[in-house]
């Protein structure tokens, strides 16, 4: 009871993002673009997180920005992990030198900064929002191609492999029947628990002008946008960044509900220690 309670805990947070996602444009109570209002208006009961210096809504513009910044994320999270479990289960199986060069480049991007990395990449590419998501799918990909061949060797030697072997199982057979199964739930915590730290991380690309441009809204960029004003508008800022602070949070308490979820060796030992 007390772990189920735990679960639906982390779980709303998370739901509750996903609808103001799903249903941001619905939400949003004026125009996103319109400039139609006084600008930096305080919050007030018309305006419930104020105006930016264009004279538009910021709880519109929050919403809109949220759905980008979350949508602009797992689209990061999923291609890296996709591409490097991949990665990761064909240097397993495949071994040799394959094994070892794919582990020599994972091993150059680690040893970088991942988000210095990233700048110097975005900037490459020119900027812009997809080239954000590029260059931070660009190097985070090796965390999960050292997790899937991790698992996939340890996995090799196992009875199950060898009898699956012995009845004919070709490599993809093998692959989409045992390996991927074992390996996919790993990667799916990983990937949910990393997800917070990606979304904070294309904020910041935003942040420097690197990411999502005007007139697009996107949190980082809207923080941006108002930086200069923080101490005499701080709602132009605050506004943002709470957005931020809440969709990293519900992503955390996701990541945690769905470890205990998979992992139900970890939530017994808590209880016992409790």
Partial sequence: MKQNLRLAACLLPAAALLLAVLFARQLCPYDPNAQAFAALAAPSAAHPAGTDILGRDLLSRIL???RTSVLATLALVAAAALAG???GVAAALLGGAADAVLMRVCELCLAFPGLVLALGL?????GGLPCAVLALGAVSWPKYARLARSRTLAL???DAIAA???????????VVRHILPDVAGQVLVTAALDTGAMMMELAGLS???LGAMPPTAELGSMMSGGRSLLQTCPWVVLGPGAAIFAAVAAFNLLGEALRDALDPFVCQGEEHEA
């Fill in 122 to 126: 975005a900037a490459l590419l020119g």
């Fill in 164 to 174: 699956a072997r012995l009845a004919g199982d070709s490599a993809c057979q093998l």
């Fill in 85 to 87: 479990t991949a990665a």
């Fill in 207 to 209: 942040f420097l002008g």
């Fill in 64 to 66: 809109v920005g949220l």
């Fill in 156 to 158: 090799l030697p196992t």
